[in-house]
């Protein structure tokens, strides 16, 4: 299994970006899909978490109706476009997979992932 995360890059606070992680060697549409963050000395937090089919979404309360995350299942992607980016949301974002039947937002933690992206560096400058 490969995630392969893309998209990061610098922006000024108020911008947007979005994020992009493609899919490999797994039945896509049989796993949960999640973003998480994680800054310097902070833990990996979760940020985002969409079901296999992708009709369920949850969120970190601080990204709500900021950030939208998304998939598509033909082409095995995951997608998390931020708007209004704040200097607090700079981090390098991870795209995580878990099979999992339940809904999104049980899978919130990061033990529960089984599969994880390589990481892209968002950096919002104030």
């Known amino acids: 299994v490969q995630l392969q995360a893309s998209g990061g890059g610098l922006v000024q606070a108020g911008g947007s970006l979005r994020l992009s992680c493609a899919a490999s060697?797994?039945?896509?549409?049989?796993?949960?899909m999640g973003w998480f963050r994680q800054a310097p000395g902070k833990e990996r937090e979760f940020v985002a978490a969409?079901?296999?089919?992708?009709?369920?979404?949850y969120y970190l309360d601080s990204v709500k109706g900021r950030f939208t995350i998304s998939r598509d299942n033909a082409k095995n992607g995951v997608y998390l476009q931020m708007s209004s980016l704040e200097p607090e949301d700079t981090a390098v974002y991870y795209c995580?997979?878990?099979?999992?039947?339940?809904?999104?937002?049980?899978?919130?933690?990061?033990?529960?992932?089984?599969?994880w992206g390589q990481g892209t560096q968002v950096t919002v400058s104030s």
């Open positions: 060697g797994l039945t896509f549409s049989s796993y949960v």
């Open positions: 995580a997979a878990t099979y999992g039947y339940r809904g999104p937002s049980y899978y919130t933690k990061v033990h529960q992932y089984d599969f």
């Open positions: 969409i079901s296999g089919r992708g009709g369920n979404t």
